[in-house]
């Protein structure tokens, strides 16, 4: 079975340009999340689908960012414009049961650098 | 506000030891809580979860405690081993409805040969 897929792996844009960040779940699961990790700090919580609905877009900073997931399956994550503070690693995550977090499948991340 | 904590940034442990990573957390309400090992260039990896009806829970070679009078988890690794040099998270996951994962910082593990 295939994990988690994201895309790009790595991603140096300057100050103002756009970025979009793709996440391709396993196949089947219905819950797609978005994190990140900005500066070495903590992981924080972007945002949750539900199949192709935002369940959870409490933790997007701001409306600079915009994800979508057309059709339930694949996520994009934009940043436009993006700004230095963006600058940190981007996970998605998935899974088919909301209930346990053993099911939760992150992928390796992008790493988002600002300049 | 809400936040889940680590108390050690960096821990050093020899291998074939034990090793103790330690977590705090300040919602009394929280009631299931994870821990995580991310190595470099991958994401964050399920080891051990528990619930709060419960105060110990094993897996292999791990062991996770919650107390939950001082609001407090550790993460326990026994006879640690080079593959087990990591970040290691607490996460708290909430409720059905809002299911999101809330971190700690994450301490490092790095296991000495």
């Known amino acids: 079975e295939a994990g988690v897929t994201q895309f790009p792996s790595h991603s140096v844009i300057e100050k103002g340009q756009t970025v979009t960040l793709r996440c391709d779940p396993i196949s089947g699961h219905d819950n797609l999340y978005w994190y990140r990790r900005v500066m070495g700090k903590e992981i924080k919580f972007l945002l949750h689908f539900v199949k192709e609905s935002k369940q959870d877009e409490s933790g997007m900073p701001n409306n600079r960012f915009l994800a979508e997931r057309t059709g339930g399956t694949y996520s994009t994550l934009k940043v436009q414009p993006a700004e230095l503070e963006d600058s940190g690693v981007y996970f998605c995550?998935?899974?088919?049961?909301?209930?346990?977090?053993?099911?939760?499948?992150f992928g390796s991340g992008t790493r988002l650098t600002v300049v | 506000g809400e936040s889940v904590g680590l108390h050690l940034p960096t821990l050093s442990v020899q291998e074939g030891d034990n090793s103790i990573i330690n977590c705090a957390y300040s919602?009394?309400?929280?009631?299931?809580f994870i821990w995580y090992k991310q190595e470099s260039g991958k994401g964050p990896q399920f080891i051990i979860d528990?619930?709060?009806?419960?105060d110990k829970r094993q897996g292999q070679r791990v062991t996770v405690l919650l107390n939950k009078t001082v609001k407090h988890l550790s993460l326990q690794i026994a006879a640690t081993q080079p593959g087990d040099s990591a970040v290691y998270f607490c996460?708290?996951?909430?409720?059905?409805?809002?299911?999101?994962?809330?971190f700690g910082t994450g301490t490092r593990l790095t296991i000495i040969p």
């Open positions: 996460a708290e996951k909430g409720d059905f409805g809002n299911e999101k994962l809330t």
């Open positions: 919602n009394s309400a929280s009631d299931y």
């Open positions: 528990i619930r709060s009806n419960m």
């Open positions: 995550a998935s899974s088919q049961d909301r209930r346990s977090a053993a099911g939760y499948t």
